[in-house]
């Protein structure tokens, strides 16, 4: 999902044949769409509102170009199995190449430099200072995810763990971790995840729930806790917002999600083909 200033949600369907790029205007939720193929996975805005996509397949990033057609940037020699982007206020673009084990940066369709050993970055986001990308690793049943959440720092290119004991998520050990230690929480395969202005990291994941990571004194991530916000742990489901047995609903392999200037958190469930709005 990306979200634009001038009211747009694009989505990344590949559940449709061919894959399709939708453009959903939020007043009144219709849509227009485009065919992307090469499975779009995540996906971003610049400060044009111009829209570009990890294209996996296609080990290459698409977009939009003037005749309102997909396309692809000429990334492939540094790419392998792009999983998601996310633009600064300057414009650089950050690519979580998965499969490279780094995130590379590009500035105005050049590159820039690559972050290595970044254990198969799978989704990410930038905190408010723009000093840190916060980012989840691997994919679901993947030997090589760690099951951690990690920070990236730009200016040193130092990776640090901030969440999450190394424990694969399974019946019986679906945790949040203990207060003030969020090393010890079950973190599953994140698909999406925001940082707001607070600090506080938004993230879903394989655990089929919307969790927050809410950071300690002086900042400190690893110091913080992890809540559930939405969804149960382990459990797929619909949205059946009445059941109090799940804060605000179920979830069903949440597949990213944003968060708008209001605070309204939106998420693409893939497994009940929608986008929830909380």
């Given at each position: 999902?990306?979200?634009?200033?001038?009211?747009?949600?694009?989505?990344?369907?590949?559940?449709?044949?061919?894959?399709?790029?939708?453009?959903?205007?939020?007043?009144?939720?219709?849509?227009?769409?485009?065919?992307?193929?090469?499975?779009?996975?995540?996906?971003?805005?610049?400060?044009?509102?111009?829209?570009?996509?990890?294209?996996?397949?296609?080990?290459?990033?698409?977009?939009?170009?003037?005749?309102?057609?997909?396309?692809?940037?000429?990334?492939?020699?540094?790419?392998?199995?792009?999983?998601?982007?996310?633009?600064?206020?300057?414009?650089?673009?950050?690519?979580?190449?998965?499969?490279?084990?780094?995130?590379?940066?590009?500035?105005?369709?050049?590159?820039?430099?690559?972050?290595?050993?970044?254990?198969?970055?799978?989704?990410?986001?930038?905190?408010?200072?723009?000093?840190?990308?916060?980012?989840?690793v691997g994919a679901?049943?993947?030997?090589?995810?760690?099951?951690?959440?990690?920070?990236?720092?730009?200016?040193?290119?130092?990776?640090?763990?901030?969440?999450?004991?190394?424990?694969?998520?399974?019946?019986?050990?679906?945790?949040?971790?203990?207060?003030?230690?969020?090393?010890?929480?079950?973190?599953?395969?994140?698909?999406?995840?925001?940082?707001?202005?607070?600090?506080?990291?938004?993230?879903?994941?394989?655990?089929?729930?919307?969790?927050?990571?809410?950071?300690?004194?002086?900042?400190?991530?690893?110091?913080?806790?992890?809540?559930?916000?939405?969804g149960i742990m382990?459990?797929?489901?619909?949205?059946?917002?009445?059941?109090?047995?799940?804060?605000?609903?179920?979830?069903?392999?949440?597949?990213?999600?944003?968060?708008?200037?209001?605070?309204?958190?939106?998420?693409?469930?893939?497994?009940?083909?929608?986008?929830?709005?909380?």
């Open positions: 999902l990306a979200l634009t200033t001038d009211g747009y949600l694009w989505v990344t369907d590949r559940n449709s044949s061919p894959h399709k790029l939708v453009k959903y205007k939020l007043s009144d939720f219709s849509s227009t769409s485009v065919n992307a193929n090469n499975y779009p996975f995540g996906c971003d805005v610049n400060s044009k509102n111009e829209i570009y996509v990890a294209a996996k397949n296609a080990k290459a990033v698409g977009y939009i170009d003037s005749e309102g057609k997909w396309a692809y940037t000429q990334y492939t020699s540094y790419l392998n199995n792009p999983m998601d982007l996310v633009f600064d206020s300057s414009d650089n673009m950050y690519v979580a190449s998965r499969d490279n084990n780094s995130i590379v940066q590009f500035k105005n369709n050049e590159y820039v430099k690559s972050f290595a050993n970044t254990h198969r970055a799978n989704a990410l986001t930038l905190d408010v200072t723009e000093e840190n990308i916060f980012y989840g679901t049943g993947s030997s090589s995810n760690d099951w951690k959440f990690y920070k990236l720092n730009l200016a040193t290119g130092n990776i640090t763990v901030i969440a999450g004991s190394g424990t694969k998520p399974a019946a019986g050990v679906y945790s949040n971790g203990s207060a003030g230690n969020t090393l010890t929480a079950v973190i599953g395969n994140i698909t999406g995840l925001v940082c707001t202005s607070d600090g506080y990291v938004y993230f879903v994941d394989s655990t089929h729930a919307l969790r927050v990571l809410v950071p300690g004194v002086g900042g400190d991530h690893t110091k913080g806790l992890i809540k559930v916000v939405a382990g459990t797929a489901g619909n949205v059946q917002i009445g059941d109090s047995s799940a804060p605000l609903g179920k979830l069903h392999t949440p597949d990213g999600m944003e968060i708008d200037s209001n605070g309204v958190i939106y998420i693409a469930e893939n497994g009940n083909s929608a986008i929830r709005v909380l």
